[in-house]
């Protein structure tokens, strides 16, 4: 079955960098689109970044563009969010969720479980 | 920018009709998809292109869009059912933008 499992969240200070994982299995990884979303704790969800299946795409929320890069590596069937000048609004957890296309086709029908990122001083 | 609009909040009996909107200009141009999260869990998609259910989801979960409105039909609602339930569209300005979310409460 599919199984997202995000890994790499954390307390982490403003202005520092994280990066987070997202190990994918039971399905062909290289073959979807794939994206990450956030909610921060008692609010709705917000989009963060999508990818193509093959990474030649890669799409950004005006939120954290040119800070965020979303990268994938298809060897690894494992899905990244390298996030840097971490600020306390980007508290939230990550979600990363499977897209049912090769290129997006903006679905997000499977989703991980989620990792905490926690931007305090 | 492009703004989803969603009720905070819609309570139903058991047995009775949950319809759930999500409101923006023309939003029936555009293909809309929710989202069912419980607490403490991921989202799960329970409609996708407007109309068409998962396998796994109840037929008890319906989508239509027009106009200006679409909106999340849940038939025959049972407890379980109880969630924050969200809209989800594509659009060229924001790419993907979710609407506020709609706690779903069966009385």
């Known amino acids: 079955q599919v199984q997202l499992v995000e890994s790499g969240g954390g307390v982490v200070q403003p202005g520092r960098s994280l990066r987070l994982s997202c190990a994918a299995s039971?399905?062909?990884?290289?073959?979807?689109?794939m994206h990450w979303v956030r909610q921060a704790p008692g609010k709705g969800l917000e989009w963060v970044a999508a990818i193509s299946f093959d990474g030649s795409e890669k799409y950004h929320a005006d939120s954290v563009k040119g800070r965020f890069t979303i990268s994938r590596d298809n060897s690894k069937y494992t899905l990244y969010l390298e996030m840097t000048s971490l600020r306390a609004e980007d508290t939230a957890v990550y979600y990363c969720?499977?897209?049912?296309?090769?290129?997006?086709?903006?679905?997000?029908?499977?989703w991980g479980q989620g990792t905490l990122v926690t931007v305090s001083s | 920018s492009y703004v989803l609009t969603q009720p905070p909040s819609v309570s139903v009996a058991p047995g009775q009709t949950a319809r759930i909107t999500c409101g923006e200009n023309n939003i029936g141009s555009k293909s809309v998809n929710w989202y069912q999260q419980k607490p403490g869990q991921a989202p799960v998609v329970v409609v996708y292109?407007?109309?068409d259910r998962p396998s796994g989801i109840p037929e008890r979960f319906s989508g239509s869009n027009s106009g200006n409105t679409a909106t999340l039909t849940i038939s025959r609602v049972e407890a379980g059912d109880e969630a924050d339930y969200y809209c989800?569209?594509?659009?060229?300005?924001?790419?993907?933008?979710f609407g506020g979310g709609t706690k779903l409460t069966v009385l």
């Open positions: 039971g399905f062909s990884f290289r073959s979807h689109a």
């Open positions: 969720a499977r897209d049912p296309n090769t290129v997006t086709a903006w679905i997000l029908d499977y």
């Open positions: 292109d407007d109309n």
């Open positions: 989800q569209v594509w659009d060229s300005s924001v790419d993907v933008v």
